[in-house]
């Protein structure tokens, strides 16, 4: 959890660690930083906050944080479950381990991280499973993955669905207008959520984007928000070569309020990432009654259920098609929201909350 840049990993850490702590006073947490400890995730009395260095911020320093400086630390508190919302494990831990493992995606791209990183992910990553005593994912996708993967009995992985963030909402005729006049010139926009990492498929995307353009000869943008990641420069190469320059956003990381506005004010959601083990942008966009179109592989289709348009990630032709398909039909438009309001039912923190302390639980138990 970092302060102003909780990404999805970091969004359930905070609202199901704050739940666990509010909703169980007569346990004792012991929050583990490797930083400056900041009081808006101190959420109640009944936390013990300790500051563990060095900051583990590359995989040599990952490798210290958990095998040496944890392991020291955990072995002489001896807690009764070991709880690792991010999936990394003490190996030879003297207490019972829960790692959340959000996904694999490391495994089938590796090329997509750094090569150290990858390299770290993909040979420790089996062994912190083999060492976990129970495991918790989030989603029934990436728990099949780990399973057949890292040679896990399903039975020892529990799904813990993602949940919606508070600051969603649905957007008024104002803040609309208001949101279109501020990143494009007044037009309406497509809009992609998430770090410009290269699993996101952005490349493919624009290149869908510059066909629908070309096809409907329509004035909407394209509008990317998030924090840059490295291979940003393969994507402007891309919008380069394609000559939209001027049609594609870039906002950045956006404050929660103003993320939700620009949300809220688009005409749809693309979401043709090729690879996730949830997708809270789903989520977000059914709460703030904007339609989707999505990947039909990896968890995306699980979550979307029948509320959003799914696509051939790998095929720019496919998502051009569904583009056009969703903006010349206003009555699917209408359907799919309706259908994203049934389908946002089945999540929420909460129950988050509630499925990964029954996870802790049955830890404790084995």
């Known amino acids: 959890m970092v302060k102003n840049k909780l990404d999805g990993i970091g969004w359930f850490s905070y609202q199901t660690l704050k739940r666990l ?6 346990v004792h947490f012991i929050f583990l930083f490797d930083r400056k400890i900041e009081e808006e995730f101190i959420f109640s009395n009944n936390i013990t906050p300790l ?15 958990f095998q040496w400086s944890l392991k020291g630390l955990v072995n002489k508190i001896k807690p009764d479950v070991f709880l690792s919302p991010d999936g990394f494990l003490i190996l030879g831990a003297k207490c019972k381990q829960l790692p959340v493992i959000h996904d694999i ?18 040979y420790f990553f089996p062994k ?8 918790a994912t989030v989603s029934e996708f990436s728990k099949t993955e780990i399973a057949k993967h890292y040679g896990i009995d399903q039975n ?45 498929n952005i490349p493919t995307l624009i290149k869908a984007f510059a066909e629908f353009k070309k096809e409907s000869a329509s004035k909407m943008k394209l509008v990317l928000a998030g924090a840059n990641f490295w291979g940003l420069a393969a994507i402007h190469e891309v919008i380069k070569k394609l000559g ?16 939700a506005v620009v949300l809220g004010s688009a005409k749809a959601l693309l ?10 942008p789903l989520l977000e966009a059914m709460e703030a009654e904007v339609p989707i179109i999505c ?64 996870s802790i639980l049955k830890c404790v138990k084995e």
């Open 21 to 26: 702590c509010l909703n169980h006073p007569d």
């Open 295 to 358: 990947s039909n592989i990896s968890a995306l289709p699980e979550i979307a259920g029948d509320a959003a348009l799914l696509v051939d990630p790998f095929n720019s032709t496919n998502i051009k098609s569904a583009m056009l398909k969703l903006m010349s039909d206003e009555t699917l438009q209408k359907d799919l929201i309706q259908k994203g309001s049934l389908q946002k039912q089945k999540f929420s923190w909460d129950k988050s909350a509630n499925l990964l302390w029954d």
């Open 244 to 259: 939209i320059e001027g049609e594609v956003i870039f906002t950045g990381r956006l404050a929660d309020e103003e993320l």
């Open 105 to 122: 995606n490391f495994l089938h791209y590796p090329k997509d991280l750094k090569p150290l990183t990858a390299r770290y992910y993909n």
């Open 51 to 65: 500051v563990v260095l060095p900051q583990a911020r590359h995989p040599f320093l990952y490798y210290w944080w």
């Open 156 to 200: 020892k992985i529990d799904v813990v669905y993602n949940g919606i963030n508070d600051f969603v909402k649905v957007c008024t005729v104002e803040e609309k207008l208001n949101s279109k006049l501020k990143y494009c010139a007044g037009q309406d926009y497509f809009l992609h959520i998430g770090s410009l990492s290269p699993r996101k």
């Open 271 to 280: 979401f043709v990432s090729y690879y996730e083990g949830f997708g809270i």
């Open 128 to 135: 912190f499973a083999k060492a976990a005593t129970r495991i």
